[in-house]
């Protein structure tokens, strides 16, 4: 059977646009000959579409788009994503669902069945699960419809089934010749092996095909890579599309053992930091597309974290849409400067510069006299970063532009970076990406013969100097960043296993060689205690398995203590440290 | 059965202080006789707990602390609210339980079958649903214990039922005798009658008296009215704590048509604007306690936000702990000035005077050249607004106090206010509050006998110039709100209706006599383009049915057209607005 995979960009809420493009794969996969045509998971709506699910006037319009796009299914059957209404008196009012669309209408509707509530996905909030169903008829041809999550509850490749029952053997057991995944599976580094891994398993546990489409482009935090593919019933890849980009993948799918189809096209995708680059710069090409940003700019210190920051926003949008400005205060050396400088001139971006001294000796004339004769302490230094994010914040407004803020995911952990100051922006591209992952960045982007911008400009557009000296904030005399924090190498493994796995203190003082446990301790309150920062950060974009935002929900006024225990007359003075 | 419903105010996370708590409340009802005390659903680690359930060591922490808990429970039984592990291979790792204490140990466990995953609820996230349970047995009483949302899919009461079942009427029917409902069932200004009337409902339609106990106290976003009660197998208030403080309420509760007991405490619970006042004020409370912070402070504009900010937090506080700080412009009234004085001087505040005009023209000199030429527009006049922000944080810094912000849910829901500017800091406790019942808020605090600020000062605290002039941003001349707003009245019944209830433009234009379409239209185009300002909003305090923040997760990047029609030749140039 010939299937093509409508690898889209859906825009979230853009059922109009998302139609559009809909029904022009639809035309193009007929032109090809193909017999059906699979979408996304959610495809008209776009994912994830969050509480615009709750607008009964939205799925109004989603179920309309679906109808009409079903009576243009007349020679070629379409599997298209959508929420509708469950129609039942009782329980969440929506099914995440998928159509089949043939004979110029919706023949067989099939509702998700496992629905993922954890990380950033939320989706008990919305649906209802789908009652287990009966196999989709094509023309003869038993399909097995399930949507994203129906296939993550493999029992030999998930460390834990969050789930009871298994859609997938389900559809299988009910006679399913070829199992269909609609999905919007976001980007992870590293997650599109596992994800091949899952699909393999499906195939070869159930002994048939798997055709597998993944949504692809930015919506918000979240990249999602595409890589849809075809595995075959031995569990093969026989055919893959294109990530990071919208792809049309047309595939011969041998059902029951039919021989095996002339080669179909089999793209390889992007691993590692590699992949990570192009996620970044997806994310915020489509944040500025979908949000309608022409230009950005992002402050240049000259450090490595905004050097970064302005080469990804380049390779996504261009040189001619980005602004870099430096803005040097009494405390910047002169290298950050030309750093900068030379940066903004390699990358070819509008270069300006803006001393702060003038706004930073009103504001200390204006606040001496309130402060009280207290020493001076951060209060100062986060004036400097304030004074560069209302200059920066009246550029974004002035010029309509995005601001780009440039803080890395270890700042943000333990509260390195200033709320309303560095932290201010639009997006935080950079705010998943933990500091020794940033390193990584800037050197593959200077020198990997992978390197779109190496490959562009023809040389390293990142200046050693940003690379190799020493990080600094430069907001006193002579300040580094390791004078406050640990080494990277150390932070970023103490952030990852408190925050991506959930460690201990007490794990990690015990698998992590050699280190201080008061390190440890204090890293972690460090973490805890700027969490009201984060709170107010602006979105960034999603690539570990756990990033600040919205798939992490901490409490604010809270006191947990990690050396809790419960014996009453140990604790009798031990209110909580905060 | 003498029954103790201990309402207490559980700090999230803090697991030693919850157990301090538990147990002294164990002692007080044991001294009062009871046979059982009752405490609020997830009493050892506070409602709602968030991602620290993902921690493994919290859990274990919990679990620990029930079993010494359980340990203190000898000659009385305790049901304690608690996150423990299923147990089982599959599915979500926890219950959310409630812990029969008796004879020194846990006697029985339930596990609460209905899990809220809406509005500010993410309890699919953690918990398995439990297993429909028995009846627990209490020397010879059997015992229905179940926990907050399980009482909440009442067929009679509720308009939908969420859920397919009712674990009420399942431990009705398994012989309950008495009902026990362990609950953290967050304020919203008229919820308790709605509560009320599910309580007599269950209680009237099993015949079994009902046994609330609700957490009390302000967590985060949340406010926890308490309001525990007794209802009577015919639907009777039998015996009411009091609302928005802790309790211990001692009720003898007629089992099986026992004779009515000697007649119990029954509290009035505070309704209306009342309420209103009481949770903001506890919200504030606690989020400084729990947080730490021994001081506050917010700017003064001489307007009535600020001036109703600065009450609440004064009778939150005491004035002792609230510093207002003026900082006029050249565009601030001189009644702007007086106004906030006075202000200041009836609450007893400290009170400073800090004019921008410095930073102001400094900041001007350094950015006109880099404006190019362009016409001044709101980036002018958010420059003004963010040089108050690094002011208010400046001293926020220096002086460890939390920053109170000041703008109400109207301005926030239609992006009238400057991110990083008046939309800086740690809490906004009006954001909930629409500019009209600000208006009433001010009018109530000032005039009506039961105000507290009024019986503590003896006379209005709020200048009446401040509610009575025309509200102004003051950032350029002569500026006024319905400059560029509709009127507040039209506003807020508009957002109202959007926000809260997610009706369309189309419904809003039907049902609001009047109302011209292009106003609806604007205010809905404003309240979605300004998602981006929300997102980085700091936490407000909810009152009503849908707030801003965690309640509410709409996409930033979102292009939904309420015109959209599937058509395809009418669409061919409709991209989305934005």
Redesign the interface.
Known sequence: MRIALAQINS???????N??RI?LAIERARDADAQLVVFPELAVI?Y?????L?????ID?CV??V???AAACTDIAAIIGYPCPTGL?????LYNAAALCHHGRVTHRYAKSL?P??DVF?E??YFEPGPRTDVADLSGCPLGVSICEDLWNDQEVMP?????GDPIEDLSRAGARVLINCSASPFVVGKHDFRLRLLQSAAQRNKIPVVFCNQVG???ELVFDGNSCVIDSDGRVLAHAKDFQEDLLIADVPIDGQAPPASSRVESPKTGIESAYHALVLGLR??CG???FKSTLLGLSGGIDSAVTAALTVAALGPQQVRGVAMPSRYSSEGSLTDAAELAQRLGIRF?T???D??H???E???TP??EG?PP???EE??QA??R???L???S??FGSLLVSTGNKSELAVGYCT??GDM?G?LAILSDVPKTLVFELAKWINDSPDSPLRQQFGSPVIPDSSITKPPSAELRPDQTDQDSLPPYELLDQIIERYVER?Q?S?QIITEVPGVDPATVARVIRLIDLNE?KR?????GLKITGRAFG?G???????????S?????SS?AN???P?
């Open positions: 825009v979230v809420g853009g059922i109009t646009e139609t559009r029904r776009g994830p579409p969050r509480d615009l709750l607008k009964p006037a939205v319009s309309r788009a109808d009409e796009l008196a009782k329980g969440m009012p629905l509530t954890y939320d008990h909030r834990r089934q969050l789930y009871h930015g919506n918000d489509d944040y979908k949000c309608g300006q803006i001393p702060i003038d706004a000796g009103a504001l004339r204006m606040l309130h402060f207290l302490d951060a209060t986060n004036i304030r004074i994010g209302v200059i914040m009246a550029l407004n002035k709320l309303y201010a639009g959930e201990s007490q009201y709170k107010q950060a602006a979105p919205f992490r929900r901490m409490p604010i006024a809270q006191q947990y203590d990690s809790f225990t419960p014996n009453p604790n031990s209110n909580s905060r």
